[in-house]
């Protein structure tokens, strides 16, 4: 009997195992393709989900949310506060108390973004100017570069992107909330929380498309930047490096 207990714990555990998944991607009623690509780019595995189907949904059985730039009827159904989350959503910055605000920048020109520190995992290697769209309109509308508000007082470490506009220079347009910040909305953040202001995924370049891949994988994992097994303090850990 005891043997039959261990087998049938042993299997439950297994399949447990089997079902969980790297990535919840919520959306409404149609994914990016886009993201969608990314993922499968980096072997990950990931369930799309609707935001309107969320009731059943366990978010501990996936390592990361991916919410994309959609309208949702109940944003808070969306716990990112209580996991890592890549948040490349610009409409509900506020309820997430992630900001008070999101600025915005088009321009005549395809956008680029200031990359101040170069030796940072997501953009390493990468130059100080970088281009993240391939044009500056589709059509008539003008393409827009997210960036959240610099002045906020959170406790935000801003992964070193920042849009070019001169008015705003300084407003990270991709941003990283570290495990345990006091978010604006009273909320503690229990993860890695990374913003993603480079929405325009049909136009994104190369470079913007490796920084949205890299942002998935730091959301993820995080970085031990020297390998020494501790991980970066961008994602609460003791590593300076």
Not at 24 to 45: C, H, I, T, W
Not at 60 to 76: C, R, T
Not at 192 to 201: A, P, Q
Request: glycine share 8%.
């Amino acid at each position: 009997m005891r043997k039959l207990f261990l087998l049938i714990t042993t299997l439950v555990l297994l399949t447990a195992i089997a079902e969980a998944k790297d990535v919840a991607y919520v959306s409404k009623n149609a994914a990016n393709q886009d993201f969608v690509d990314s993922l499968n780019g980096l072997g990950l595995s990931y369930d799309l989900l609707d935001s309107d189907d969320l009731g059943n949904v366990d978010f501990s059985d996936y390592e990361m949310i991916l919410v994309g730039d959609d309208f949702f009827n109940e944003p808070l159904d969306i716990p990112v506060d209580k996991h890592n989350s890549l948040i490349v959503n610009t409409r509900y910055i506020l309820d997430w108390g992630l900001g008070s605000n999101v600025n915005t920048v088009g321009s005549s020109q395809p956008l680029e973004i200031r990359n101040k520190d170069t030796n940072k995992f997501i953009t390493n290697g990468f130059n100080e100017f970088v281009r993240v769209y391939t044009s500056s309109t589709d059509g008539s509308r003008t393409l827009q570069l997210y960036s959240l508000d610099r002045t906020d007082r959170i406790s935000r470490n801003v992964v070193s992107i920042e849009d070019i506009d001169r008015d705003n220079l300084g407003d990270p347009a991709i941003s990283v909330n570290l495990p345990g910040t006091n978010l604006l909305n009273g909320k503690t953040s229990s993860g890695r929380i990374v913003f993603f202001g480079i929405t325009e995924s049909r136009f994104w370049t190369n470079e913007a498309k490796e920084l949205f891949k890299r942002s998935i994988i730091f959301t993820l994992n995080g970085n031990d930047a020297d390998n020494d097994g501790h991980q970066n303090v961008l994602v609460g850990g003791s590593d300076c490096n």
